[in-house]
């Protein structure tokens, strides 16, 4: 039987508080208004995709209010939603956290009719940095595919969106002054089997940048380097280290690509880049990469590390890299970001001790190309394989030694595509494992329990089936809508 009013606290990211009043449930009809005030628009068109009423945006009095309070409580991206018998009530210090709140109320919004249930929530994120990765270079993604995908997760409130866009078999951003890194890399036969061709022009990454931040969700570009870079390499010989250009590669090989750390012309490269990312890029961070540098020496891996963070504080960024970079001294401002799935990381640890802010993303955990199952038809599996229970189950704060609550900025998921071919593949390998990634970055960690989540969990099965958004019917979850199925 769906259910016809959903509880209070039914909402992933679970929300910090919940305090329910039941006599106060309040029915969205007909003629129910929506106040015009910041973000009314986007909610009205949240609710009227979960209830099919028209709800107009109207100056003046209108049942379902937000209010942008900039002294209150809420933090950058917190909220409070109150439903009464009268009406809804939405306050946040920030328009992000007007949005948030307009997910929250979305959610509560039941499988049949529309009555919410009364009650008060009070919100807001543990973490800054709630993030997913797509890997764009492996397999190109069009610009309307990333813009679904943006939709997608910022239902639940996540709100860093970091972009791979470059890497052995292909490089997907336009470059100004250097036409070849995507005339080859972007070209026809580029991709793992040749199967992902394509590129952003710096007009198509502008408009994903700015449709992401509609939504509150910032844009982190990552250059791969000094390795993944044969995509690079075959567009200018500069790059390599007897200056002939290296072939075009479609194979899965990591470790083999490296820029010549003792080449001019390899900083010459590097700075045209950065200076034309940061200029295309409005938010904080920029990717530099750094990861499986096998083919570099240690020693060299040092220098050019150290080379090119001043190159990314000198266009006003803050570097972020694989946390391979921790080999060098960071600055403060750096961020690694840890993947692996070692039970400790010195460099990183060395980085949070002298301030660096870490993003967790442990890859038995948050990797969301390893396989669910050893049955799973896409991923890898190199990592683990990671069911929903086992992307829920962990703690970012216990995770490293020497990198508590304190040193982390935030965690963040990543999809690499190397088997990947369809937005569906994409949606499939993300839900629902995404929504227990971005409920470890969200939820106080006293909220956790994988009971709770796997049934809020199972609400999202129809909504997500309504919406059109593929996803893995994992067993671990009682979908509701799997009654009477095989
Ligand atoms: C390791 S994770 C990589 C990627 C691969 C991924 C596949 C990381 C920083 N590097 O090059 O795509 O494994 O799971």
């Known amino acids: 039987m769906p259910e016809s009013t959903r509880a209070l606290g039914d909402v992933i990211p679970a929300p910090a508080k919940v305090r329910p009043v039941p006599a106060a449930d309040f029915t969205i009809s007909d003629s129910t208004a929506i106040s015009a005030a ?41 909220y409070a939603l109150s439903i009464a018998a009268d009406g809804v009530t939405i306050r946040a210090a920030t328009p992000a956290g007007l949005f948030w709140a307009a997910q929250t109320l979305s959610q509560l919004v039941p499988a049949t009719g529309s009555t919410l249930p009364g009650g008060e929530i009070v919100d807001r994120p543990r973490f800054g ?9 492996r397999h190109f993604w069009t610009v309307d595919e990333v813009k679904a995908y943006v939709d997608a997760i ?18 997907r951003l336009e470059i100004d002054g250097r036409p070849r890194l995507t005339e080859v890399g972007g070209g026809a036969g580029t991709g793992v089997d040749g199967a992902g061709p394509g590129f952003y022009t710096r007009a198509d990454y502008a408009d994903l940048v700015a449709y992401a931040a509609q939504r509150f969700v910032t844009i982190v570009p990552e250059i791969d380097m000094p390795g993944h870079v044969n995509a690079a390499q ?8 007897d200056g002939t250009p290296a072939g075009p590669r479609t194979d899965q090989e990591v470790g083999y690509s490296s820029l010549v750390a003792g080449k001019e012309e390899t900083y010459a490269f590097v700075e045209d880049v950065i200076r034309e990312v940061a200029a295309l890029t409005p938010g904080p961070f920029l990717h530099i990469g750094g990861d499986e540098a096998q083919a570099t020496s240690a020693e060299d891996y040092r ?12 266009y006003g960024k803050r570097a972020v890299g694989w946390h391979e970079m921790a080999a060098v001294e960071l600055p403060e401002t750096a961020v690694p970001q840890f993947w692996r799935i070692e039970a400790a990381d ?6 949070a001790a002298n301030g660096s802010k870490v993003i967790m993303s442990p890859a038995d955990r948050t990797y969301l190309d390893m ?14 394989l990671i069911s929903v229970a086992q992307s829920y189950d962990w703690d970012p704060a216990t995770r490293l030694p020497g990198v508590g609550e304190e040193a982390l900025l935030g965690v963040e998921a990543p999809l690499w595509a190397e088997t990947l071919r369809t937005l569906d593949d994409v949606l499939t390998m993300t839900f629902p494992r995404l929504p227990a990634i971005a409920e470890i970055g969200w939820s106080p960690r006293e909220t956790h329990e994988w009971a709770s989540f796997r049934r809020r969990l199972a609400a999202w099965g129809p909504r997500w089936t309504a919406q059109g958004i593929a996803y893995h019917r994992s067993p671990e979850i009682d979908w509701p809508d799997q009654a009477g199925i095989g």
């Open 38 to 78: 910041p973000g009314a628009e986007q909610l009205a068109g949240l609710l009227r995709a979960a209830t099919g009423l028209p709800l107009p945006v109207r100056a003046g009095a209108a049942e379902i209010t937000s209010v942008l309070d900039e002294t209150g409580e809420h933090g950058d991206e917190g």
């Open 129 to 137: 940095y709630r993030g997913v990765m797509l890997d764009v270079a």
């Open 154 to 171: 910022v239902q639940f409130k996540v709100n860093y969106l970091h972009l791979h866009l470059t890497d052995d078999q292909g490089w």
């Open 234 to 241: 075959a567009a200018y010989g500069e790059l390599t280290a």
């Open 303 to 314: 220098t050019f590390i150290t080379r090119v963070l001043p190159l990314v504080a000198k």
């Open 346 to 351: 010195e460099g990183t640890a060395r980085a």
């Open 371 to 384: 396989k669910y199952t050893a049955e799973s038809p896409l991923g890898l599996d190199w990592a683990a």
